[in-house]
Structure formats: C-alpha cells, structure tokens
C-alpha cells in the first residue's frame, strides 16, 4: 500500500491539519486514509504506539508528515501528553481518524457466550469504543474553528458474524458512541461519523479465526462481486473529512461493495 492509491490528487484537504491514529503497517486503513490526506493537500500528525514506531515514521516521512506522537489509548497519562504535545505544535485542529480497536485472540473464535471474559470484554471496550469518546473529548478542545472525526467499524457490530464475538460487542458500543459524540459536538460545528469497511487485508483481519474465508465471502455474497478497495474506504474518509461532508454527521457509512444490504445469495441454477 502506497500513497499512489487510484484517486487523482487535489486540494480537497488544502489548509487542514490534523490527527491519525491506528497506522501499523502499509496495510492499514488508517495508512490509506492518512496518505490519501496527503495527497489532497492535508497536513497529517501520526499517533504510534512505541512498539511501531519503526513502521509508522518512515511511512510518515513518504507523505511528507512532521508530527509524531507516542499514544497508548489506554493510559490516561499517555493520552494527556500526546494531546498536550498536538496542542503545543499546532494552534488549532481540524479532523481526526480513529482507526484503533483490540481484543485478545480468545475473544474473536469460537463461542461467543463461552469465550467471553469479563477481563476480556472490558478490554475490548475500553481500547475499541472508549478510546474515540477520549480522543474526541481531547480532539474537540483543539477544534476552535469546527472540523470533522471519523472512526473505523464493522459490519459484524449489526449483525452476529461468525468469530468476531466481543469485538462485534465493542463496534456495537463505538457506533452508538459515535451517535452521541455527534450529538454533543454538533453545535461546535464538529461532525461525527463511522466507516464501515469490509473486509480487507489488514493485521486486524489476519488476528481473527477464519479471517480469509471473511474475505472470499464478503466478495462472493457482496452486490457488486468485488473485494472492498483501499480507494473506496479512503474515498468515503476524503468525503467525510473534507468541506464535501458538511451538514453529514452522526452517520455508519457502509463501505463494503454492497455486501451489508445483501439478503440471501442468489443461486445460479435457481428457478422461478
């Protein structure tokens, strides 16, 4: 993944600047938006947890990003000086994706019911849902001037997918989180709103049992018969991010080549 994603470059971000969290690696969503940010004239900062720094910066440094910051969603101290270091660089902030989720290995196989731990769904909510409450909590107090946060989900938070169990739970929480931060924030002209992506090649997908097979279905029973694109999901960002999202908040946006509004597959042989 590059930043030379099929979408013609422009000015649609042009003297906005702001934060991405959750880039790993050259195939994360969050590095797709991030580039194509970029490449539409957006000045990008990059939250990195200390583990991927080695990743993050040399992809960072490709699109031409300035700003890095430490960031452990987790720790209430950690949050404070990532926050506090964004606010010391830059006198205002316009966006924020947040593309940050976890649950252990045990939480996303098998039986939901007998799988999930009260350690291990806390978690999962804390890190996948949580986390875009205090971002954007921390977000908005640096927006003085309006700007616009997306967070990234699944379809498995509306429908009970096979091995995502309580991270289905956790995107269930982030999506109606995201409802009301929408709520919140709208009369300081912030607007809200969740990607839901399908499935895609990703560390987040590879972590979950049945992973691949996620993907040939989600291609196999989708509308359109195609893997969900890096340019679509990083389209829709663009759209949402930029002056073409206004009056747009407090919205799921499916991405996903029509695979959430598919009912039953139709057969080839099928008679009427």
Known sequence: MDNDLALPRGELMKGKRGLVTGVANRNSIAWGIAAQIAAQGGEVALAYMDSNEKRVRPLGESIGAKLYVPMDVASDTSMDQAFETLGQAWDSLDFLVHSIAYAGRDQIKGSFVENCTREGFAQALDISAYSFVDCARRASRLMSRGGSMITMTYLGAERAIPN?????????????????????????????NAISAGAMRT?????????????????????????????????????????????????????????????LPSGEDETE
Do not use: Q
């Open 164 to 192: 995502y169990n309580t991270m289905g739970v956790a995107k269930a929480a982030l999506e109606a989180a995201t409802r009301y931060i929408a709520r919140d924030l709208g009369p300081k002209g912030i607007r809200v």
């Open 203 to 263: 560390l987040s997908l590879a972590g979950i049992s049945g992973g691949r097979g996620m993907l040939a279905e989600g291609r196999r029973l989708s509308a359109m018969k195609e893997d969900t694109s890096m340019e679509g999901v990083a389209g829709c960002a663009l759209w949402l991010l930029s002056d073409l999202g206004l009056s747009t908040t407090g919205e799921i946006v499916h991405v996903d080549a029509g695979f959430h509004m598919m009912g």
